[in-house]
Protein backbone atom coordinates (compact mmCIF):
# COMPACT_ATOMS: atom_id res chain seq x y z
CA UNK A 1 0.00 0.00 0.00
CA UNK A 2 0.67 3.94 -0.09
CA UNK A 3 0.45 5.89 2.83
CA UNK A 4 2.30 9.59 3.18
CA UNK A 5 1.52 11.81 5.62
CA UNK A 6 1.98 15.98 6.16
CA UNK A 7 0.50 17.96 8.51
CA UNK A 8 -2.22 19.89 7.19
CA UNK A 9 -1.37 23.45 8.26
CA UNK A 10 0.99 24.84 9.98
CA UNK A 11 1.85 28.75 10.85
CA UNK A 12 5.40 30.38 11.36
CA UNK A 13 6.90 33.96 11.77
CA UNK A 14 8.59 35.83 9.23
CA UNK A 15 12.80 35.35 10.10
CA UNK A 16 11.70 32.13 11.82
CA UNK A 17 12.66 28.48 10.77
CA UNK A 18 10.53 25.84 10.27
CA UNK A 19 10.44 21.94 9.88
CA UNK A 20 8.02 20.23 7.70
CA UNK A 21 7.20 16.49 8.24
CA UNK A 22 6.91 14.01 6.07
CA UNK A 23 6.70 10.45 6.69
CA UNK A 24 5.93 7.35 4.21
CA UNK A 25 4.72 3.82 3.98
CA UNK A 26 5.05 2.82 0.44
CA UNK A 27 6.07 -0.15 -1.23
CA UNK A 28 9.53 -0.14 -2.04
CA UNK A 29 11.00 3.50 -2.31
CA UNK A 30 13.86 4.77 -4.65
CA UNK A 31 13.71 8.52 -3.43
CA UNK A 32 11.56 11.72 -2.35
CA UNK A 33 10.81 15.05 -3.99
CA UNK A 34 9.64 18.42 -1.90
CA UNK A 35 7.76 20.46 -3.93
CA UNK A 36 6.25 23.88 -3.65
CA UNK A 37 2.92 25.46 -4.81
CA UNK A 38 1.74 28.50 -4.32
CA UNK A 39 -1.94 29.07 -4.20
CA UNK A 40 -3.65 28.45 -7.60
CA UNK A 41 -0.36 27.99 -9.47
CA UNK A 42 1.38 24.73 -10.55
CA UNK A 43 3.89 22.71 -8.20
CA UNK A 44 7.65 23.43 -8.59
CA UNK A 45 10.55 21.49 -7.65
CA UNK A 46 12.34 22.01 -4.80
CA UNK A 47 14.81 19.37 -3.93
CA UNK A 48 15.18 15.54 -4.07
CA UNK A 49 16.76 12.83 -1.56
CA UNK A 50 17.56 9.53 -2.12
CA UNK A 51 20.24 8.67 -0.09
CA UNK A 52 20.27 9.45 3.35
CA UNK A 53 21.33 12.75 5.25
CA UNK A 54 21.22 16.36 4.93
CA UNK A 55 20.78 18.07 1.09
CA UNK A 56 20.87 21.75 1.76
CA UNK A 57 20.11 24.36 -0.84
CA UNK A 58 20.41 28.43 -0.10
CA UNK A 59 17.89 28.41 2.75
CA UNK A 60 16.28 24.94 2.13
CA UNK A 61 17.31 22.15 3.39
CA UNK A 62 15.74 18.50 3.24
CA UNK A 63 16.78 15.51 5.25
CA UNK A 64 15.81 11.88 4.43
CA UNK A 65 15.84 8.55 7.09
CA UNK A 66 14.85 5.58 4.76
CA UNK A 67 14.78 3.05 7.93
CA UNK A 68 12.74 5.77 9.65
CA UNK A 69 10.63 6.24 6.51
CA UNK A 70 10.80 10.48 7.42
CA UNK A 71 11.55 13.71 5.94
CA UNK A 72 11.60 16.70 6.37
CA UNK A 73 11.78 20.33 4.51
CA UNK A 74 13.51 22.69 6.85
CA UNK A 75 13.28 26.29 5.52
CA UNK A 76 15.37 29.25 7.12
CA UNK A 77 15.17 33.05 7.32
CA UNK A 78 11.52 32.86 6.67
CA UNK A 79 9.93 34.99 3.66
CA UNK A 80 6.12 36.38 3.86
CA UNK A 81 6.76 34.66 -0.76
CA UNK A 82 7.49 31.21 1.38
CA UNK A 83 3.71 31.07 2.18
CA UNK A 84 2.64 28.13 -0.09
CA UNK A 85 1.61 24.65 0.50
CA UNK A 86 4.47 21.88 0.25
CA UNK A 87 4.26 18.59 -1.40
CA UNK A 88 6.43 15.48 -0.39
CA UNK A 89 6.60 12.66 -3.28
CA UNK A 90 7.70 9.46 -3.12
CA UNK A 91 9.28 7.34 -6.45
CA UNK A 92 8.58 3.51 -6.71
CA UNK A 93 12.34 1.52 -6.75
CA UNK A 94 11.07 0.56 -10.56
CA UNK A 95 10.40 4.13 -11.63
CA UNK A 96 7.72 2.73 -13.84
CA UNK A 97 4.42 3.74 -11.64
CA UNK A 98 3.89 7.65 -10.71
CA UNK A 99 5.10 9.66 -8.01
CA UNK A 100 2.95 9.22 -4.94
CA UNK A 101 2.43 12.53 -3.60
CA UNK A 102 1.00 13.51 -0.07
CA UNK A 103 -1.28 15.96 0.61
CA UNK A 104 0.57 18.76 1.04
CA UNK A 105 1.30 20.88 4.34
CA UNK A 106 0.34 24.60 4.22
CA UNK A 107 2.18 27.09 5.29
CA UNK A 108 1.34 30.44 6.67
CA UNK A 109 4.22 32.80 7.45
CA UNK A 110 2.86 35.86 9.61
CA UNK A 111 4.71 39.13 10.21
CA UNK B 1 8.87 29.47 -23.72
CA UNK B 2 6.78 27.12 -21.26
CA UNK B 3 8.24 23.65 -21.25
CA UNK B 4 4.40 22.36 -20.50
CA UNK B 5 1.46 24.40 -21.77
CA UNK B 6 -2.20 24.25 -21.05
CA UNK B 7 -4.74 25.20 -23.21
CA UNK B 8 -7.39 26.35 -21.86
CA UNK B 9 -5.92 28.34 -18.76
CA UNK B 10 -9.95 28.76 -17.67
CA UNK B 11 -12.80 27.17 -18.98
CA UNK B 12 -16.84 27.37 -17.58
CA UNK B 13 -19.27 25.28 -19.01
CA UNK B 14 -22.86 23.85 -17.91
CA UNK B 15 -23.73 20.46 -16.50
CA UNK B 16 -23.76 17.57 -19.35
CA UNK B 17 -21.55 19.30 -21.89
CA UNK B 18 -18.25 17.75 -23.65
CA UNK B 19 -14.86 19.69 -22.53
CA UNK B 20 -11.23 18.74 -23.70
CA UNK B 21 -8.23 20.45 -21.90
CA UNK B 22 -5.17 19.81 -23.83
CA UNK B 23 -1.66 19.45 -22.57
CA UNK B 24 1.51 19.84 -24.92
CA UNK B 25 4.95 19.97 -23.89
CA UNK B 26 8.75 21.00 -25.60
CA UNK B 27 10.80 18.66 -23.08
CA UNK B 28 10.89 15.61 -25.05
CA UNK B 29 9.38 13.32 -22.31
CA UNK B 30 7.80 10.16 -22.75
CA UNK B 31 5.96 10.54 -19.49
CA UNK B 32 2.61 12.36 -19.40
CA UNK B 33 0.13 13.20 -16.67
CA UNK B 34 -3.31 14.45 -15.79
CA UNK B 35 -4.18 15.38 -11.76
CA UNK B 36 -7.26 17.16 -10.56
CA UNK B 37 -6.58 19.65 -7.45
CA UNK B 38 -9.70 20.44 -4.95
CA UNK B 39 -9.33 23.50 -3.01
CA UNK B 40 -7.02 22.97 -0.02
CA UNK B 41 -6.59 19.45 -0.88
CA UNK B 42 -3.68 17.50 -2.58
CA UNK B 43 -3.19 16.25 -6.43
CA UNK B 44 -5.08 13.51 -7.36
CA UNK B 45 -4.21 11.00 -10.74
CA UNK B 46 -6.55 10.92 -13.19
CA UNK B 47 -4.58 8.86 -15.70
CA UNK B 48 -1.03 8.68 -17.08
CA UNK B 49 0.61 7.54 -20.23
CA UNK B 50 4.68 6.57 -20.56
CA UNK B 51 4.53 6.44 -24.42
CA UNK B 52 2.31 6.93 -27.16
CA UNK B 53 1.31 3.59 -27.23
CA UNK B 54 0.78 3.40 -23.41
CA UNK B 55 -2.65 4.74 -21.53
CA UNK B 56 -3.12 4.04 -17.67
CA UNK B 57 -5.72 4.70 -15.05
CA UNK B 58 -5.46 6.29 -12.10
CA UNK B 59 -7.11 7.17 -8.56
CA UNK B 60 -10.06 8.77 -10.11
CA UNK B 61 -10.52 8.10 -13.87
CA UNK B 62 -14.50 7.47 -13.61
CA UNK B 63 -15.86 10.02 -16.08
CA UNK B 64 -12.84 11.11 -17.73
CA UNK B 65 -11.12 9.86 -20.59
CA UNK B 66 -7.99 10.82 -22.58
CA UNK B 67 -5.87 10.74 -26.00
CA UNK B 68 -2.15 10.79 -26.59
CA UNK B 69 -2.08 12.16 -30.00
CA UNK B 70 1.33 12.27 -30.08
CA UNK B 71 5.08 12.07 -28.03
CA UNK B 72 4.19 16.00 -26.97
CA UNK B 73 0.63 15.62 -26.60
CA UNK B 74 -2.34 14.40 -23.98
CA UNK B 75 -5.24 15.74 -23.65
CA UNK B 76 -8.20 14.99 -21.14
CA UNK B 77 -11.82 14.70 -21.99
CA UNK B 78 -14.74 15.47 -19.88
CA UNK B 79 -17.31 13.10 -21.75
CA UNK B 80 -20.51 14.90 -19.70
CA UNK B 81 -18.98 17.40 -17.39
CA UNK B 82 -21.18 17.61 -14.00
CA UNK B 83 -20.46 20.33 -10.76
CA UNK B 84 -18.24 18.25 -8.96
CA UNK B 85 -15.83 17.42 -11.32
CA UNK B 86 -15.10 21.67 -10.89
CA UNK B 87 -11.23 21.86 -9.88
CA UNK B 88 -7.73 22.80 -10.99
CA UNK B 89 -6.49 20.52 -13.45
CA UNK B 90 -2.39 19.87 -14.38
CA UNK B 91 -0.78 18.00 -16.78
CA UNK B 92 2.85 17.37 -16.24
CA UNK B 93 5.94 15.09 -17.52
CA UNK B 94 8.37 13.36 -16.43
CA UNK B 95 11.99 12.26 -17.03
CA UNK B 96 12.57 8.58 -17.53
CA UNK B 97 15.44 8.46 -15.61
CA UNK B 98 14.70 11.00 -12.67
CA UNK B 99 11.06 10.77 -12.03
CA UNK B 100 11.15 14.28 -11.98
CA UNK B 101 7.78 16.03 -12.62
CA UNK B 102 7.06 18.88 -14.59
CA UNK B 103 3.69 20.49 -14.10
CA UNK B 104 2.12 22.94 -16.23
CA UNK B 105 0.19 26.23 -15.31
CA UNK B 106 -3.15 24.58 -14.67
CA UNK B 107 -6.46 24.79 -16.01
CA UNK B 108 -9.51 26.25 -13.65
CA UNK B 109 -12.43 24.47 -14.60
CA UNK B 110 -15.98 25.20 -13.23
CA UNK B 111 -19.30 23.12 -14.32
CA UNK B 112 -22.43 24.84 -13.47
Known amino acids: GQNIDQPTEMTATEGAIVQINCTYQ??????LFWYQQHAGEAPTFLSY????GLEEKGRFSSFLSRSKGYSYLLLKELQMKDSASYLC????????????FGKGTRLSVIA | DADVTQTPRNRITKTGKRIMLECSQT?????MYWYRQDPGLGLQLIYY???????NKGEISDGYSVSRQAQAKFSLSLESAIPNQTALYFC???????????FGPGTRLTVL
Open chain 2, 92 to 102: ATSDLTTSEQF
Open chain 1, 26 to 31: TSGFNG
Open chain 1, 49 to 52: NVLD
Open chain 1, 89 to 100: AVRSPSGNTPLV
Open chain 2, 27 to 31: KGHDR
Open chain 2, 49 to 55: SFDVKDI
